[in-house]
């Protein structure tokens, strides 16, 4: 079945520290991919996302890359602020059948000044 | 547009009591999403509407849980007879069709008490 294993948090960072954020995914054909964020008391943002191999998406300073080959969409971003601390979620839309989105079990991004 | 909205945005409620929770969608988009989240955990997928037709429902939507979209515009969920293991939050998504960016609201929290 569809499935999206993220790395366990929390991970906490310094201001303008680097961040990483692995992210693997099970799916058969070309799945869609997304990175959500959760600030506190809100809903689910749509961060960035990419709907075929080797695309980028990109969005307020993150990145992430479409790796067909190692089934990986891992969030990056050069320097952090505080006002990222957030929870992130990587989910997949299935390339056929139903379009519901399959998610991780989320990141939590604490970012100290 | 002024995105997803659900009402209300929090429940507390004694075992045994039915809730139902609104979800209004973006204006004119046709797919509308229920997912719950638990704690710790990223949105689990409950059931789905194009238009007013409820096309797929997950296995934890058990019996008491019902969803409906009459007119193809909001929709309801309820819960009957809640039960300690439904305190979850109760997210609604909407995209403009099948494959397009899913856009959530804030979410209602619920606690059975």
């Known amino acids: 079945g569809n499935s999206v294993t993220q790395m366990e948090g929390p991970v906490t960072l310094s201001e303008e520290a680097f961040l990483t954020i692995n992210c693997t995914y099970t799916?058969?054909?070309?799945?869609?991919l997304f990175w959500y964020v959760q600030y506190p008391g809100e809903g689910l943002q749509l961060l960035l996302k990419?709907?075929?191999?080797?695309d980028k998406g990109s969005n307020k300073g993150f990145e992430a890359t479409y790796r067909k080959e190692t089934t990986s969409f891992h969030l990056e971003k050069g320097s952090v602020q505080v006002s990222d601390s957030a929870v992130y979620f990587c989910?997949?839309?299935?390339?056929?059948?139903?379009?519901?989105?399959?998610f991780g079990k989320g990141t939590r991004l604490s970012v100290i000044a | 547009d002024t995105g997803v909205s659900q009402d209300p945005r929090h429940k507390i409620t004694k075992r045994g009591q039915n809730v139902t929770f609104r979800c209004d969608p973006i204006?004119?988009?046709?797919?509308l999403y229920w997912y719950r989240q638990t704690l710790g955990q990223g949105p689990e997928f409950l059931t789905y509407?194009?238009?007013?037709?409820?096309?797929?429902k997950s296995r934890l939507l058990s019996d008491r849980f019902s969803a409906e979209r009459p007119k193809g515009s909001f929709s309801t969920l309820e819960i009957q007879r809640t039960e300690q293991g439904d305190s979850a939050m109760y997210l609604c998504?909407?995209?403009?069709?099948?494959?397009?960016?899913?856009?959530f609201g804030p979410g209602t929290r619920l606690l059975v008490l």
């Open positions: 990419a709907t075929k191999a080797d």
């Open positions: 799916a058969t054909g070309y799945p869609s």
């Open positions: 509407f194009q238009n007013e037709a409820q096309l797929e």
């Open positions: 204006s004119e988009h046709n797919r």
């Open positions: 989910a997949l839309r299935p390339d056929s059948g139903n379009t519901p989105l399959v």
């Open positions: 998504a909407s995209s403009p069709g099948a494959r397009e960016t899913q856009y």
